[in-house]
């Protein structure tokens, strides 16, 4: 009897499943009022580790990270509201952690910590920091266009001249912050006009990875991105492989805007005094040297040097704008409605 | 009194015994509780977007919807929608037919092959295409790569349907002196109509909800912009504005899906596939043809992106590192996709059971809902989760518990879907004798309805455990902390543009997935085992 046999089969699978599935049902229920303070974590999973791992060891305070993409982890913390299990948020980017302090859920950072970061990329009332820095660059591929030919400002870059060689991206988050920062350096109306001019002339893509090894395989001459994704792709690639390399602008320029990763406590901590130490360590020498060897970024703490052979942070000459003013994500956005690219 | 075995019609075209209503009603008075449950669970992303939208104001909302971007939006919607879900009818039904009803040489090993396409995610094969230039970056490059990916969510459901189909309807037809496309047209094919039906609506309603492929595709969507309006105010009134147009596109889908199959009833006596159907011979240039035509799809939908796959195993410097997280991911994505297959099967076989036995508004409206919700997007089903379970249940807030829960309604009709075909087929006469010969209405379910189903449930279990163990999106923002699976694995080291050391992670996950396609696939061949 075939059908008896089925059934036997049928109800022990139910029963074995469900049987595993109970014990984790109520796990996350005790672990909510002591012992390890939670991280929401945006940044590298593997570097974030070894930051927590050398916290723990300084401290014995143990950290349990939860990872997700920033965006989506202050979605989420928004959403949790005051009854988010967050303690300390890092986030890849600093608009995430100003939404977060926006609308009032974040508590501010020591005195002691802030002051270890260079001024300017901190929040000016205190409520986040920024943690490491990373530059805008031009990528170009070295067969196709010599870095000599690069114009010296990006905005001339969206011009009839660079018609389909100039990829872009117009949803991430550092493109947002450039735009923002053009409109506050040179106005609304040439943010406008360069943005109208990469649409017409431009290529855009959907991912900045995407717009990087579509450079590296020559399918395009330029593209306009963080320095880190060249420095990703060497890494993966072999340095000497590379058939593309990156143009920093420099000069005050807003193609050389630098954008910071950075982190925030939440309001509702239940352990902020140990989350204040897992802050001030990552602003300090040790946390800043543990993220700067593993990510080719420039620690915000001027007692750390770079590595990765970056030039030293007091040569990119960034525009004169800096992250905590890089707010106007809906001016951003509706620049690029009214060019038609969003 | 029961109705007399005796009054049995053999085949159930006609309608139900005159005798049954009032019988009817006590045997199925469990049934519509059983399926409240998934009722009340899918309705809370609704109660999430109306809370949302209505903190937005009515103004805003309109505002909002009334630009030039959404016509644009929703053009590129419905051309993706209905490209993909017409394509994969095409090659689904195809595929479906040639292994099950043709001479096929290698037939066992073509059933099973033309499955694995599911064990890719859409996002890696999409990665793949668009890492071979801008050619597919489009509009058509989406719904060529988004097809190929999809189309065994048809192929799977329509070839169970023909084993389980009766071959007689077709010997009937053809004694009659129809013609192999007649008997086909209308003998086989309203016998297959649920199952493809349901399939489509199935590949409709997740295209609707796709966003990982099309970022790398480019094509800009309402979920596109959905995503974006999160991403760049941390705006979920706006969102859930968007959401609510994405549930709308689904009414007209579902409500079609429905009239397609109608009041017809298809059950009938015995299983058919116990006797052998008439196989089509192919011979020359047809078989050629044929043969030339799976090679060709296999290695659009397993070759290429497989190579790419294959590729970054073998090369790049970031290979070698988090090995010693591949045991704990594996387990993580074997715990929850199971656990997360079983709940979601156990609450959709009253669903579908109340809605093909009770033919009313009610058990209609209630089986179509999980289908409109699975258009929104994952993203927007999770952080309802967030929301709700917190303010609910705050103590189950980011335990397993919640997660299954997401699972479930993010993939109900992918159950519901597979469980549909079987249950259809499914005389309610025999239920009617069991209950005759004195068992109560849980024995008839336990010994006779669900050992019948069982294929059904096998395809269900296997579909959604295939999807389960690919979500990223709410099992990021919902999963125990501390826990990983693959798919979290993949994702964290692609979002850091290590694709090396994200290889063998997508490599185990690839590995994963062909063992229930395989499993079921081979059950699927051998029902009475």
């Given at each position: 009897?075939?059908?008896?046999?089925?059934?036997?089969?049928?109800?022990?699978?139910?029963?074995?499943?469900?049987?595993?599935?109970?014990?984790?049902?109520?796990?996350?229920?005790?672990?909510?009022?002591?012992?390890?303070?939670?991280?929401?974590?945006?940044?590298?999973?593997?570097?974030?580790?070894?930051?927590?791992?050398?916290?723990?060891?300084?401290?014995?305070?143990?950290?349990?990270?939860?990872?997700?993409?920033?965006?989506?982890?202050?979605?989420?913390?928004?959403?949790?509201?005051?009854?988010?299990?967050?303690?300390?948020?890092?986030?890849?980017?600093?608009?995430?952690?100003?939404?977060?302090?926006?609308?009032?859920?974040?508590?501010?950072?020591?005195?002691?910590?802030?002051?270890?970061?260079?001024?300017?990329?901190?929040?000016?009332?205190?409520?986040?920091?920024?943690?490491?820095?990373?530059?805008?660059?031009?990528?170009?591929?070295?067969?196709?266009?010599?870095?000599?030919?690069?114009?010296?400002?990006?905005?001339?870059?969206?011009?009839?001249?660079?018609?389909?060689?100039?990829?872009?991206?117009?949803?991430?988050?550092?493109?947002?912050?450039?735009?923002?920062?053009?409109?506050?350096?040179?106005?609304?109306?040439?943010?406008?006009?360069?943005?109208?001019?990469?649409?017409?002339?431009?290529?855009?893509?959907?991912?900045?990875?995407?717009?990087?090894?579509?450079?590296?395989?020559?399918?395009?001459?330029?593209?306009?991105?963080?320095?880190?994704?060249?420095?990703?792709?060497?890494?993966?690639?072999?340095?000497?492989?590379?058939?593309?390399?990156?143009?920093?602008?420099?000069?005050?320029?807003?193609?050389?805007?630098?954008?910071?990763?950075?982190?925030?406590?939440?309001?509702?901590?239940?352990?902020?005094?140990?989350?204040?130490?897992?802050?001030?360590?990552?602003?300090?020498?040790?946390?800043?040297?543990?993220?700067?060897?593993?990510?080719?970024?420039?620690?915000?703490?001027?007692?750390?040097?770079?590595?990765?052979?970056?030039?030293?942070?007091?040569?990119?000459?960034?525009?004169?704008?800096?992250?905590?003013?890089?707010?106007?994500?809906?001016?951003?956005?509706?620049?690029?409605?009214?060019?038609?690219?969003? | 009194m029961d109705s007399p075995a005796a009054s049995l019609p053999l085949?159930s075209?006609?309608?139900p015994p005159a005798a049954a209503p009032r019988h009817r009603r006590r045997r199925l008075s469990?049934?519509?509780?059983?399926?409240?449950?998934?009722?009340?669970?899918?309705?809370?992303?609704?109660?999430?977007?109306?809370?949302?939208?209505?903190?937005?104001?009515?103004?805003?909302?309109?505002?909002?919807?009334?630009?030039?971007?959404?016509?644009?939006?929703?053009?590129?919607?419905?051309?993706?929608?209905?490209?993909?879900?017409?394509?994969?009818?095409?090659?689904?039904?195809?595929?479906?037919?040639?292994?099950?009803?043709?001479?096929?040489?290698?037939?066992?090993?073509?059933?099973?092959?033309?499955?694995?396409?599911?064990?890719?995610?859409?996002?890696?094969?999409?990665?793949?295409?668009?890492?071979?230039?801008?050619?597919?970056?489009?509009?058509?490059?989406?719904?060529?790569?988004?097809?190929?990916?999809?189309?065994?969510?048809?192929?799977?459901?329509?070839?169970?349907?023909?084993?389980?189909?009766?071959?007689?309807?077709?010997?009937?037809?053809?004694?009659?002196?129809?013609?192999?496309?007649?008997?086909?047209?209308?003998?086989?094919?309203?016998?297959?109509?649920?199952?493809?039906?349901?399939?489509?609506?199935?590949?409709?309603?997740?295209?609707?909800?796709?966003?990982?492929?099309?970022?790398?595709?480019?094509?800009?969507?309402?979920?596109?912009?959905?995503?974006?309006?999160?991403?760049?105010?941390?705006?979920?009134?706006?969102?859930?504005?968007?959401?609510?147009?994405?549930?709308?596109?689904?009414?007209?889908?579902?409500?079609?899906?429905?009239?397609?199959?109608?009041?017809?009833?298809?059950a009938?006596v015995?299983?058919?596939?116990?006797?052998?159907?008439?196989?089509?011979?192919?011979?020359?240039?047809?078989?050629?043809?044929?043969?030339?035509?799976?090679?060709?799809?296999?290695?659009?939908?397993?070759?290429?992106?497989?190579?790419?796959?294959?590729?970054?195993?073998?090369?790049?410097?970031?290979?070698?590192?988090?090995?010693?997280?591949?045991?704990?991911?594996?387990?993580?994505?074997?715990?929850?996709?199971?656990?997360?297959?079983?709940?979601?099967?156990?609450?959709?076989?009253?669903?579908?059971?109340?809605?093909?036995r009770?033919?009313?508004?009610?058990?209609?409206?209630?089986?179509?809902?999980?289908?409109?919700?699975?258009?929104?997007?994952?993203?927007?089903?999770?952080?309802?989760?967030?929301?709700?379970?917190?303010?609910?249940?705050?103590?189950?807030?980011?335990?397993?518990?919640?997660?299954?829960?997401?699972?479930?309604?993010?993939?109900?009709?992918?159950?519901?879907?597979?469980?549909?075909?079987?249950?259809?087929?499914l005389p309610p006469q025999i239920e009617n004798v069991a209950r005759s010969l004195g068992k109560r209405p849980l024995q008839v379910f336990f010994s006779i309805v669900?050992?019948n189903?069982?294929?059904?449930?096998?395809?269900?279990?296997?579909?959604?455990?295939?999807?389960?163990?690919?979500?990223?999106?709410?099992?990021?923002?919902?999963?125990?902390?501390?826990?990983?699976?693959?798919?979290?694995?993949?994702?964290?080291?692609?979002?850091?543009?290590?694709?090396?050391?994200?290889?063998?992670?997508?490599?185990?996950?690839?590995?994963?997935?062909?063992?229930?396609?395989?499993?079921?696939?081979?059950?699927?061949?051998?029902?009475?085992?």
């Amino acid at each position: 009897m075939h059908h008896s046999t089925r059934r036997t089969v049928l109800q022990r699978g139910l029963s074995l499943g469900i049987a595993g599935a109970l014990p984790g049902w109520t796990a996350s229920a005790f672990a909510a009022d002591q012992g390890p303070i939670v991280l929401y974590n945006g940044q590298h999973k593997a570097t974030t580790q070894k930051l927590l791992d050398a916290f723990t060891a300084a401290t014995g305070i143990k950290v349990e990270s939860r990872k997700g993409s920033s965006i989506q982890l202050a979605n989420q913390i928004i959403e949790e509201g005051a009854r988010s299990p967050a303690d300390l948020f890092f986030s890849e980017e600093s608009p995430p952690v100003a939404a977060l302090a926006e609308r009032g859920l974040l508590a501010r950072l020591a005195p002691a910590t802030l002051e270890q970061v260079r001024a300017g990329y901190r929040d000016p009332d205190g409520y986040w920091s920024g943690v490491t820095a990373r530059c805008r660059v031009t990528a170009y591929n070295k067969k196709m266009v010599k870095e000599s030919e690069l114009p010296a400002s990006v905005l001339d870059m969206a011009t009839a001249a660079w018609k389909g060689r100039v990829a872009y991206v117009p949803t991430s988050g550092a493109f947002q912050q450039q735009i923002v920062a053009i409109s506050a350096l040179k106005g609304r109306d040439t943010a406008l006009a360069w943005l109208k001019g990469l649409k017409q002339y431009g290529e855009a893509y959907g991912s900045n990875k995407a717009a990087m090894t579509a450079v590296e395989r020559g399918e395009i001459a330029t593209a306009l991105i963080n320095n880190y994704y060249w420095y990703n792709l060497a890494q993966e690639k072999g340095a000497d492989k590379m058939q593309s390399a990156i143009h920093f602008s420099g000069n005050g320029d807003p193609g050389a805007l630098v954008t910071v990763s950075a982190m925030g406590i939440l309001k509702t901590a239940k352990n902020v005094e140990a989350a204040q130490k897992l802050a001030a360590f990552m602003a300090g020498v040790p946390g800043q040297e543990i993220l700067t060897r593993a990510a080719a970024e420039w620690p915000m703490n001027p007692q750390v040097q770079p590595s990765f052979g970056l030039r030293p942070f007091g040569d990119l000459h960034p525009p004169k704008v800096n992250p905590p003013s890089l707010k106007g994500a809906e001016e951003a956005l509706e620049l690029r409605r009214e060019a038609g690219l969003a | 009194m029961d109705s007399p075995a005796a009054s049995l019609p053999l085949s159930s075209s006609a309608p139900p015994p005159a005798a049954a209503p009032r019988h009817r009603r006590r045997r199925l008075s469990w049934l519509p509780l059983a399926a409240l449950v998934p009722v009340l669970l899918i309705s809370l992303p609704l109660v999430y977007v109306a809370v949302r939208t209505a903190q937005a104001g009515l103004a805003d909302v309109l505002a909002e919807l009334l630009r030039l971007r959404t016509l644009q939006l929703l053009i590129n919607t419905v051309a993706l929608g209905a490209g993909v879900t017409l394509l994969t009818i095409g090659i689904g039904l195809g595929v479906a037919w040639c292994v099950e009803r043709t001479d096929l040489p290698l037939r066992n090993f073509w059933r099973v092959a033309a499955a694995l396409p599911l064990v890719l995610p859409a996002f890696v094969a999409s990665y793949a295409w668009a890492s071979i230039g801008t050619l597919f970056q489009n509009l058509g490059g989406a719904i060529m790569v988004l097809t190929l990916t999809s189309y065994p969510l048809v192929y799977l459901p329509v070839a169970a349907a023909l084993r389980s189909t009766d071959p007689g309807f077709e010997d009937i037809s053809r004694s009659l002196g129809a013609g192999p496309w007649q008997t086909f047209r209308r003998a086989l094919l309203p016998q297959l109509m649920p199952a493809l039906g349901g399939g489509a609506l199935l590949v409709l309603t997740h295209m609707f909800a796709e966003f990982g492929a099309l970022a790398f595709l480019r094509v800009q969507t309402f979920t596109t912009a959905i995503f974006e309006s999160y991403e760049l105010h941390f705006d979920s009134a706006t969102a859930a504005a968007l959401s609510i147009v994405l549930m709308l596109l689904c009414l007209p889908a579902a409500w079609l899906e429905m009239r397609l199959r109608g009041q017809r009833r298809i059950a009938h006596v015995g299983r058919g596939a116990v006797r052998q159907p008439h196989l089509v011979r192919l011979r020359g240039w047809r078989l050629a043809g044929v043969l030339a035509a799976f090679a060709l799809l296999g290695a659009l939908s397993l070759g290429m992106p497989l190579g790419t796959l294959g590729y970054w195993l073998l090369t790049g410097s970031s290979a070698g590192g988090g090995h010693e997280a591949l045991w704990p991911a594996i387990r993580g994505s074997i715990t929850f996709a199971t656990s997360g297959a079983l709940l979601t099967s156990v609450l959709a076989i009253p669903l579908v059971l109340l809605a093909v036995r009770q033919r009313s508004k009610w058990a209609q409206a209630a089986e179509r809902l999980p289908y409109i919700v699975h258009g929104l997007p994952g993203v927007v089903v999770a952080l309802a989760l967030v929301f709700l379970s917190l303010r609910l249940v705050p103590g189950i807030y980011q335990s397993l518990l919640v997660l299954l829960i997401a699972y479930a309604i993010l993939y109900l009709p992918l159950a519901q879907s597979s469980l549909r075909g079987s249950i259809e087929l499914l005389p309610p006469q025999i239920e009617n004798v069991a209950r005759s010969l004195g068992k109560r209405p849980l024995q008839v379910f336990f010994s006779i309805v669900l050992p019948n189903i069982a294929p059904g449930i096998a395809a269900a279990l296997a579909l959604m455990a295939l999807q389960m163990v690919r979500e990223l999106t709410a099992t990021l923002m919902l999963a125990p902390t501390g826990t990983m699976t693959l798919a979290t694995e993949v994702w964290s080291y692609t979002n850091d543009g290590e694709y090396a050391a994200a290889a063998p992670f997508a490599a185990m996950l690839v590995v994963l997935s062909i063992a229930p396609v395989w499993v079921f696939a081979r059950r699927m061949l051998h029902p009475t085992r």
